[in-house]
């Protein structure tokens, strides 16, 4: 399944969002290619995860194109985006922290032998296949009977991420994966999520908070401000200090620094 | 802007962070599967859910084996078995709920409604206790599915839910039994057509040891091995875990949420049902007020058994074992030449020592 690397998976022209009375969103363009990942910044409201709910099927466009592999798009549902290879990991809404790891990362797609009603489930071919997953992706885990609760923030994470990629996904959704995470535990993630780009060939639209985090894993950079892109640009194109004065607001920030006589 | 493939890989960038980390790059054992020590085997066995009424089993054993002469002797222990079976068929049903994250407290009167639901249809319209048994049986199943549609439909909690409904039930029970026969209790089934056969199938009798057992606690191992089977090793065992571990997660990969939540509260009709059957054709009359207090022994017995009220942990086998400890209880304080009124006082304590324990047990399981 592995795509070629920069091959363009999905598109986002001139698209605007909102609810109501209110624009959240104004005149994106956005591209995510396949074995690259795409990092989208942005203040507080800015309306990063409003974007990604777009992509990932849970909101509509207002106005504009959504293409996926060149074919306009409007999904219905996340089931629908899911279909295509769309898929978004949030991180509080990946696993069931009582449920041990194969369990999780089988559900919903769980493998099964025999003839209704005797089909049971396939354990050992699933944690054959979990345990491959997790090996291929470099996440070591003790024990697959575990809860995946007893694993680390970053783990789970890992996993989530993990069981997404093995079920089809091609393009792979993250809302600030790193922001309840220690400096070691965004380590394990961020080193994942490049992982899993190049080795999987999987296109990651990276949402954080963090230029370093994003400035460590992106091949590009979207800087939301206020529902419209504020810079669009590749890697080669600015340094981490760049994004980092570029995020902070840049010349707001001068003159805020200015104002307060510092 | 995207004609330049960058080559400048996020692996060329070594961040300090990522290298830190090595347990992710250690290599991999060859087996998942080490050889386990005792030690380990031991830390295993403590987290399953229904170690503590394992304990609590034989710690009752044991009291009233000291304090009550004749609950030394096999034939009181068939005693105990029937009363076991007669609280732990719905209380596994019960359970498998509590699982998926439900309540259930009609399920009490709801056995109730079953044994007067087939008696006034066989006695009054057909004449045949089968029509009667399969009219209970849709009627049940109903029930359960009714509280699973209100619950899904309301968005409220099924303590609320289920407690509408048997207040509800509670009231039919009374109001149409009164209507139809004039009288609190539904009369004489016995010379009706199929009621041979029908009391042979939930109401008979073994002889095995000298022991006269009851076939209910046949199809209370039954009910256990079955659910059991249902939990541990199908898909809709694992979705039952789920929708109660975290229903939200369950459903973003697309578990069923809904049908598994009706499906479960069906599957307490079900249960309902088949005690219901059991009481009429082993007393052969039903009082209309029966019932009640019931559903929270059923409760009862799950948590005993390693349910957690929040959902997503517990096991059909606990409940059984739960229902175990009640029947010894119930039988146990009779021997002994105690007043029966004692029994409620002995749930309550056993209730809260095993909660307090299994709180315990779940920090142990939760931590690793
Ligand atoms: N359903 C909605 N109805 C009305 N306004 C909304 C809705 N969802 C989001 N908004 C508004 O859209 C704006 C962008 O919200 P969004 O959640 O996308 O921001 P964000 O960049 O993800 O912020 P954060 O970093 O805090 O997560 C906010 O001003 C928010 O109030
Ligand atoms: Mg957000």
């Not at chain 2, 031991?42 to 009550?68: D, N, T």
């Not at chain 2, 609950?71 to 596994?92: D, E, K, M, W």
């Not at chain 2, 009391?199 to 022991?211: P, T």
């Amino acid at each position: 399944m592995t795509q070629q690397k920069g091959h363009p998976l999905i598109r986002l022209t001139d698209v605007s969002k909102s609810f109501g009375p209110i624009d959240v969103l104004r005149g994106i363009n956005l591209d995510v290619a396949a074995g690259e990942v795409c990092c989208v910044l942005g203040d507080n409201g800015a309306g990063k995860s409003t974007l990604i709910n777009i992509i990932a099927g849970l909101h509509q466009h207002t106005s504009g194109r959504y293409t996926v592999d060149g074919h306009d798009v409007r999904f219905g549902s996340p089931r629908e985006a899911l279909d295509l290879g769309i898929s978004a990991v949030y991180q509080h809404l990946a696993l069931v922290p009582l449920l041990p790891v194969w369990r999780n990362f089988f559900l919903g797609s769980e493998l099964t032998r025999g003839v209704w009603p005797f089909a049971r489930l396939d354990k050992a071919q699933m944690k054959e296949i979990t345990d491959q997953a997790l090996q291929n992706m470099g996440i070591v885990v003790k024990d697959l009977e575990q809860p995946v609760g007893t694993l680390s923030g970053g783990q789970r994470q890992c996993v989530a991420i993990a069981r997404a990629i093995h079920f089809g996904a091609r393009v792979l959704i993250l809302d600030e994966p790193t922001a309840a995470l220690g400096v070691k535990q965004s380590g394990v993630v961020l080193k994942y999520i490049s992982r899993a780009a190049q080795e999987s060939g999987v296109g990651v639209v990276f949402i954080t908070h963090n230029p370093h985090h994003a400035y460590m894993v992106g091949d590009s950079f979207a800087i939301l401000s206020r529902g419209e892109i504020d810079l669009r640009a590749r890697r080669e194109e600015l340094s981490v200090d760049d994004l980092i004065y570029r995020m902070a607001g840049g010349a707001e920030l001068e003159s805020l620094q200015h104002e307060m006589g510092r | 802007m995207s004609e330049t493939v960058s080559n400048t890989g996020p692996a060329a960038t070594s961040s300090p962070a990522a290298a830190s980390d090595n347990t992710a790059q250690q290599p991999q054992p060859a087996s998942r599967e080490p050889h386990r020590s005792m030690g380990q085997r031991l830390a295993g066995l403590i987290k399953r859910p229904e170690i503590g009424s394992i304990g609590g089993a034989i710690l009752v054993f044991v009291l009233f084996y000291a304090l009550a002469e004749p609950f030394r002797n096999l034939a009181s222990f068939s005693t105990v078995l029937y009363q076991s079976a007669a609280l732990g068929i719905p209380a596994v049903a019960v359970a498998l709920l509590m699982i998926g994250g439900e309540f259930d407290l009609s399920a009490g009167v709801a056995v109730t409604a079953s044994s007067l639901a087939a008696s006034m249809f066989a006695a009054q319209i057909t004449g045949n206790v089968w029509v009667g048994v399969g009219f209970a049986l849709v009627l049940s199943l109903s029930i359960g599915a009714l509280n699973g549609i209100l619950l899904i439909k309301t968005g409220l909690h099924s303590f609320l839910v289920t407690l509408s409904t048997f207040l509800m039930l509670q009231g039919l029970n009374l109001a149409i039994t009164k209507l139809v026969t004039g009288n609190v209790a539904t009369g004489d089934i016995s010379d009706l057509a199929g009621f041979d056969s029908a009391q042979s199938v939930f109401a008979s009798y073994f002889n095995i040891f000298g022991m006269s057992i009851s076939i209910m606690v046949f199809y209370w191992l039954a009910f256990v091995a079955v659910a059991t089977w249902i939990l541990l090793r199908t898909r809709v065992g694992n979705w039952i875990f789920a929708v109660g571990g975290q229903g939200d997660s369950a459903r973003a990969v697309g578990v069923p949420l809904n049908k598994v939540k009706i499906g479960l509260f069906m599957g307490v009709g079900f249960a309902a049902w088949f005690v219901g059957m059991h009481l009429l054709f082993d007393y052969v009359t039903v009082q209309s007020g029966e019932g009640v207090g019931n559903e929270l022994l059923y409760i009862a017995q799950a948590v005993v058994g390693g349910c957690l009220l929040t959902g997503g942990y517990g096991s059909a086998i606990g409940a059984a074992i739960g229902g175990f400890i009640f029947g010894m209880t119930t039988q146990g304080i009779i021997y002994a030449g105690w007043d029966p009124q004692w029994f409620m006082f002995f749930v309550g304590v056993m209730l809260l020592l095993a909660t307090v324990f299994n709180a315990w047990i779940r920090r142990q399981v939760t931590r690793g």
